[in-house]
């Protein structure tokens, strides 16, 4: 099993251009979730979707959006980048099974903003 | 505002001692808390989680929570240079909830030769 892959590790958009950034699990997790890791901030939860078909959002939400596309694949898009957005962006899936909320991540994507 | 805080660090140990990690919350109502390691560059991973009072141990690792205190811990037994990185401790709501979870900014840990 690969666990939690994204796609691209590495990207730089000038100020005003769009990209998605692609996540996929093949552990039959429940759950998955967008954060971003930046330098002093620690992770900030931007979206989650609890199940299929559902999405909410986290902290950071503002200009971002995200599609749960079916049970394995959490996508989040950038419709208009900000120098702000540079960060690196971690995708998470969950079991989400009784009380237990265990989260793991993918590799990330390394975003820069210029 | 649910906060989660730690002692950035770093936190320096000599190697085969006991490097001790901290952590408190905010929130009364967390009742799942976990423990990532992060090596600069890479993503977390789950080393450690908790969801009872008490202590848990797993191999090298132990977990220790007191919710009384709102004050989580990782106890690392015989520190190994390997295990020299950013430690996340992070906190997760009751009831299976699905809400992503409240991270700290880690403690940077460095294991000395």
């Known amino acids: 099993n690969a666990g939690v892959t994204q796609t691209p590790k590495f990207q730089v958009l000038k100020t005003g251009q769009s990209m998605t950034l692609q996540c996929a699990q093949d552990m039959n997790h429940n759950s998955m979730y967008w954060y971003r890791q930046d330098p002093g901030m620690g992770l900030r939860l931007i979206y989650y979707s609890a199940s299929e078909g559902t999405t909410d959002k986290g902290e950071v939400p503002n200009g971002y959006n995200v599609s749960r596309l079916n049970k394995r694949e959490f996508s989040l898009r950038l419709e208009s980048a900000a120098p702000s957005q540079t960060s690196v962006y971690f995708c998470?899936?969950?079991?989400?099974?009784?009380?237990?909320?265990?989260?793991?991540f993918g590799p990330g994507t390394r975003l820069t903003v210029l | 505002q649910k906060e989660v805080e730690q002692n950035s660090g770093p936190l320096s140990v000599p190697e085969g001692a006991i490097a001790s990690l901290n952590c408190t919350y905010s929130d009364r109502g967390s009742q799942s808390f976990f423990w990532y390691r992060q090596y600069s560059g890479k993503s977390p991973e789950l080393i450690m989680s908790?969801?009872?009072?008490g202590d848990k141990e797993d191999g090298r690792f132990t977990a220790q929570l007191n919710k009384a205190s709102q004050y989580v811990s990782l106890l690392i037994r015989d520190s190994q240079p390997s295990d020299s990185a950013t430690y996340l401790c992070a906190v997760g709501i009751a009831g299976g909830g699905a809400d992503g979870l409240t991270f700290g900014k880690g403690t940077h840990l460095i294991i000395q030769p």
């Open positions: 908790i969801y009872s009072n």
């Open positions: 998470a899936s969950s079991a989400r099974r009784s009380a237990y909320n265990e989260q793991f």
